[in-house]
Structure formats: C-alpha cells, structure tokens
C-alpha cells in the first residue's frame, strides 16, 4: 500500500510539473490565434484551422499507429532505453517511407482539393505547404511518444509545448511584418515542426550509438500497432470532423469561430492529458507485470484527481462563456453557445477517466478501435444532420452525443474485461 502511494505520489508530482508545461502551451496557443485573427483576419484563421486539421489528421494515419504502440511495447516489456531507441528507429523508417506517398497527394492534388472539394482556391498554396510538411509531423508523432514511453517528460513537454509554440509565434510575427500572405501562418507552423524535429534528433541519437538487440522486427512492430493506428485516427476523427464538415458545409468563417470555441473548450482537457501522460506507461507496465489490484487503484486514484480539478475549470468556461470570446473579437462571442457545449463533453470525458488508453495499454486496443470506427459514423451522420439546421452549434452537439456514446462504450468494455468501472 505504501508503495502504491509513493508511486502516486510521483505521478500528482509529475503530472502537476506536466499541467504547468500545459499551461504555457496553451496560453501560446492562444497567443498564435490572436496573433492570426488579429493579424491576417477570422478567415485566415478558419483556413489554417482546417488544413491544420487536415494534415494532422493525414499525419496520424501515416504513424501507422507506431506513437501509441512504442508506449505500450516498452511498458508490457519493461525495455531499457537503448532498446527502446532500437523500437524507435524501427518504428522511424518504416512510418516515414509510407508518409512520402501523401505528401505527394498533396503536392499534385492541391488544386483539386482546394477548388473541387473545399470551394476556396486560396486553400492551394496551403496543401503544397503540407505536401511538404507531412513526413515532418509524422516523425515528430512519434518522437513525442517516445519520450512518453521512456518517461522523459520534461523533454516530452519542452518538445510539444515550449520549443514549437515559441518559434511559431516568433515566424508568425516575422512573416507578418515581411508580407500578409495568409498561408504563411502554415508555412510557419511547418517551420517550427522542422527546427523541433531537428532538436528532436539531436536530443534523441548520439553520434555513434552503442548496439542493442529487442525481440521486435519492423514487421511485428506494424502488426502490434494496426489496431491502435485505427484507434487513434478515429478519435482524432471525432474531435476534427466537425471541422473538415463545417469547411465543406458552410464559410471558413464560421470553421474559425467553431474552431476557437472547441479550443476554448477543450482547455479542460489540460487535466485529463496531464495526469494521462504520466499514468500511460505505468498503466502498461502494472499490466504486463500482472499486477491488477495496484493497477485499478491507479486508474480509480488517477480519474478522482481529474475529476475533481476539472470541474472549476469547466464551470468558469461555462459561465464566462460570452466574456471569454470577446478577447477575440465580438463576431466570435455568437460561439458562446458551442464553447458551453463542448465544455460539458469535457467535463463528462473528466468523471469517465482516460478510457481510451486504459483499453490501449492493456491489451483491448482491438475493443477500441471498433468503438471509434462506429463512434465516428454516428459523428459524421449527426454533423451531416445538424449543420444545415443548427451551424457551429449543430456540430458541438455533434460531438457531445458522440463524446457520450464512446465514453460510455468504453466503461462498459473496461468493466467487462478488467472487473472495474473507472468512475471515481
């Protein structure tokens, strides 16, 4: 008992130095969008959010699944860290040959999907930007996951929060002053995922690396991860159809105010992924040691501790609903009524736990993956429904039914094949 409370002890540590990273993270990105609405206009943030949600969906297909699964071999095998540098150069080669081929996609149907499918020819010069960018986000996917799995946090935080928030703000200001050409505020998202990459390599692999051997070819290595590929990019799928259905639907004005309020909207998530990131690995490592009592115990103390930091947060977004988006501007406030919505998904996820990874590092992978995929036609068959009545909102309430069906699902799989509800 003693020992399972200095563990959880070092994980509300961890997690509280995690929240704080998080914190700066988001007040950047908030920083980034007022910098695009204010400087390049609503609209232009509208693009970038919908080609951001693109090519970070593309991008995590093209991980072959690899991120999630580099936690969960390394945690059910308890490999050390030059073993897990083997995993990852694995995973590296085989995920960035593959990437190569949308890029190309991109690169010569740029013109089709902008006017074709999207209706807006400035979107063009966007896609040839992520034509380019697409093998860059993938590895970085994977980098960030590696650090999860080998438990270096702090460089995990520094790489996804400090280093590409700030030289993205950085090259957004500098291309403001040079020239407004709106697709270079993607272009300067692009720029900072290729200094972080770079960094990220440096960090990462010496010189001449001493030898290791694991029991994992590339083969195997892709076998293990196809099911959490399929998890993992429908549950991307269910936050950012919305997005890529209201680009289609409706006006990249009103894909940049439904944006802004689902980002509002999600910073009650800051609580969920900070303690989700440090209980991930360790949630693989009780489980592939069989310790199942100490393991429940760890979810049940781990959902408690979200839950109850996570209601203030979705209170003060709720009831400050309209106030907050009037620092964007008063054309943004009419999303007041989708920041509330998705702020009660969030709340509802809190009180549910980290259900998606709980089924991920325990073996149920292929449980969630068929969870998501049903999930995300129910999402696109409600965002098709209630769009054209409701707008913004009709895709937020979208989410929120949909956000309540999976996390449902999840508890009820998790109960059946684990003996417990991770409700606190």
């Known amino acids: 008992m003693n020992l399972l409370s200095n563990n959880f002890k070092k994980i509300i540590s961890s997690s509280g130095v995690n929240f704080l990273f998080r914190i700066f993270g988001l007040g950047a990105s908030f920083i980034t969008t007022l910098l695009i609405t204010r400087l390049f206009g609503i609209a232009t943030f509208g693009n970038y959010s919908l080609v951001f949600a693109i090519s970070q969906l593309v991008a995590l297909f093209f991980t072959l699944g690899i991120p999630n699964t580099l936690i969960k071999i390394i945690g059910n095998y308890n490999f050390d860290y030059l073993q897990a540098k083997k995993l990852l150069i694995k995973g590296l080669k085989a995920a960035f040959v593959f990437s190569i081929f949308p890029a190309l996609f991109f690169y ?46 702090v460089k995990y935080n520094f790489f996804i929060f400090v280093i590409p928030n700030v030289l993205l703000i950085g090259l957004l200001f500098l291309f403001s002053y040079i020239e407004k050409y709106e697709h270079f505020t993607f272009l300067a998202f692009s720029l900072a995922v290729l200094f972080t990459v770079l960094l990220e390599t440096v960090t990462v692999f010496e010189v001449k690396a001493p030898k290791s051997t694991i029991p994992f070819n590339t083969k195997e290595l892709l076998r293990t991860a196809s099911p959490l590929l399929f998890s993992g990019l429908f549950l991307y799928l ?17 894909v940049g105010i439904y944006n802004l309020a689902f980002k509002l909207g999600n910073v009650g998530f800051l609580i969920i992924v900070s303690v989700s990131t440090i209980i991930t690995p360790r949630i693989a490592e009780l489980y592939g040691n069989n310790e199942f ?37 008063n054309d943004v406030v009419v999303g007041s009524k989708t920041l509330i ?11 549910c736990g980290n259900v998606d990874q709980i089924l991920n590092m325990t073996n149920h992978q292929k449980i969630l993956r068929n969870i998501t995929i049903v999930c995300f036609f129910v999402n696109l068959f409600l965002s098709y429904l209630l769009i054209p009545i409701y707008g913004i909102e009709g895709a937020a309430i979208s989410s929120l039914i949909t956000n309540v069906i999976i996390n449902a699902l999840c508890l009820y799989h998790i109960k059946k094949q684990l003996g417990f509800y991770t409700l606190f």
């Open 108 to 153: 010569f149907g740029s013109e089709f999907l902008s006017e074709s499918i999207f209706k807006s020819p400035q979107l063009k010069n966007y896609f040839l930007i992520v034509s380019i960018s697409l093998p860059l986000f993938v590895v970085h996917e994977i980098f960030l996951c590696f650090f999860i799995a080998t438990k270096k946090f």
């Open 238 to 254: 269910l936050n950012y159809t919305n997005v890529i259905m209201l680009g289609i639907m409706t006006n990249e004005t009103q």
């Open 293 to 329: 009592q100490e393991l429940k115990k760890l979810i049940h103390s781990a959902t408690r501790l979200v839950a109850l930091l996570s209601v203030p947060i979705v209170l003060v977004l709720i009831i400050f609903s309209e106030y907050i988006l009037s620092f964007w501007g």
């Open 341 to 351: 919505i998705v702020s009660i998904g969030v709340l509802f996820s809190a009180v």
